[in-house]
């Protein structure tokens, strides 16, 4: 069985950080890719950011400039770290990860249980 677990919401201010990781667990051949969606209430989620195995990277508009993403392939954890949070930024992140896992010849798609993220004075 593949886990997904996350860490680091919280409350914060306006303009403060912080630091996401999610640490994925179980039998694993590889990673395809792994990243970070999000869901604020009475919204759909959408994807945040995500990092390739070949180390490309992607992000909402919304975030970019604001938010990086890396990995540690050693210990299967991707972070993301939130800076100059805003009020908008309050939602669910949900971890998100496509892996390559024994029994399937093709990446499957895990989910995190998610964390949430409070910006607000």
């Known amino acids: 069985q593949v886990q997904l677990v996350e860490s680091g919401g919280g409350l914060v201010q306006p303009g403060g950080s912080l630091r996401l990781s999610c640490a994925a667990s179980g039998s694993i051949f590889s990673i395809n890719a792994m990243g970070w969606y999000r869901q604020a209430p009475g919204k759909e989620r959408e994807l945040v950011a995500i990092?390739?195995?070949?180390?490309?990277?992607d992000f909402a508009d919304s975030v970019k400039g604001r938010f990086t993403i890396s990995r540690d392939n050693a210990k299967n954890t991707v972070y993301l770290q939130m800076d100059s949070l805003k009020p908008e930024d309050t939602a669910v992140y949900y971890c998100?990860?496509?892996?390559?896992?024994?029994?399937?010849?093709?990446?499957?798609?895990?989910w995190g249980e998610g964390t949430l993220v409070t910006v607000s004075s």
């Open positions: 998100h990860a496509n892996l390559l896992v024994p029994g399937y010849y093709r990446g499957m798609v895990y």
């Open positions: 990092i390739t195995s070949g180390g490309s990277t």
